[in-house]
C-alpha cells in the first residue's frame, strides 16, 4: 500500500485533473513504482495480479509521448484476447480525455477486415490489438508502424501461454528498433524473462503482490 498522488510525477495539469475526474486519487502499488520509469522512457518489466491498475501505468507513458498533430502510429499495445483489448482500449480511451482528438483503435481477429482497413484509412495515434490480426495487416501492409515509438505487451504471460510467441516476435521485427518496450504481466514465469531479454533493453524491473 501507498498513499502517492499522481502530482508527484511529471503528468500535464489537464492529465491531473482528469485522473481526479476519474476518481484516482492516489497511485496504486504497480503504478507508483512503475510510473517513474515508464514516463522517462526507459524500459520497464513489471509484474502484478490482476485488478491492480496496470493499464493506468503503461497507458498513462504511451500518452505523454504522443504528438497528435502527428497523423501516424505511436504506439502499439499487445493484448492476448479480444476481450482484453476492448478493455484495454476503454481505459485509455478514458485516460486519452485529457488530450484532444486522440485517435485510439483496437484490432483483434472476429472482426470484418474491410472495417477495420475503414478505420485504417487515417492513421491511429494508438493501436491495441491480438497479435494474429496484428500481423496480418502488417503482412498486407495496411498498418505501418514505422514511427512507433512505444510497444507493450499487456497480460505478456498469457499471450505466450496461448502460443503468440511467434506471431509475437515477426510483429517486433517491423518496429523500429530504437523504441520504448513496456513488459506488463500478471505473473513472472521464466518465459517471460526470456522475451525480455530479446525484446528489452536494460528494462527496468518491477515486482509487487508477489504472494499472490
Ligand atoms: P490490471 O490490468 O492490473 O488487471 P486495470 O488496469 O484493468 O488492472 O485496473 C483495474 C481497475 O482499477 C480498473 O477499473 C481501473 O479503472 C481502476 N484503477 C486503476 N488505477 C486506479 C487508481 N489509481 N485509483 C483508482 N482506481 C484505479
Ligand atoms: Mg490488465
Do not use: W
Amino acid at each position: 500500500m501507498n498513499n502517492q498522488t499522481f502530482s508527484s510525477l511529471p503528468l500535464s495539469p489537464e492529465q491531473l485533473k482528469n485522473l481526479e475526474s476519474l476518481g484516482y486519487h492516489t497511485m496504486t502499488d504497480i503504478q507508483a513504482q512503475s510510473l517513474p520509469a515508464v514516463l522517462t522512457g526507459e524500459d520497464v518489466l513489471a509484474q502484478a495480479k490482476t485488478g491492480s491498475g496496470k493499464t493506468a501505468a503503461f497507458g498513462l507513458g504511451v500518452l505523454q509521448q504522443l504528438k497528435v498533430g502527428l497523423s501516424k502510429t505511436q504506439a502499439l499495445v499487445l493484448c492476448p484476447t479480444r476481450e482484453l483489448a476492448e478493455q484495454v482500449s476503454q481505459e485509455l480511451r478514458r485516460l486519452a480525455r485529457a488530450i484532444a482528438n486522440t485517435k485510439i483503435i483496437t484490432l483483434c481477429g472476429g472482426t470484418p477486415m474491410a472495417r477495420q482497413l475503414a478505420s485504417l484509412t487515417h492513421a491511429p495515434h494508438i493501436v491495441v490489438g491480438t497479435p494474429g490480426r496484428l500481423l496480418k495487416h502488417l503482412e498486407k501492409q495496411t498498418l505501418d508502424l514505422s514511427q512507433l515509438n512505444v510497444l507493450v505487451l499487456d497480460e505478456a504471460d498469457r499471450m505466450l501461454d496461448m502460443g503468440f510467441y511467434d506471431d509475437i516476435n515477426a510483429i517486433i521485427q517491423q518496429l523500429p528498433i530504437k523504441r520504448q518496450t513496456l513488459l506488463f504481466s500478471a505473473t513472472y514465469p521464466e518465459q517471460i524473462q526470456t522475451i525480455s531479454q530479446r525484446i528489452q533493453h536494460n528494462p527496468v524491473q518491477v515486482q509487487v503482490d508477489t504472494q499472490q
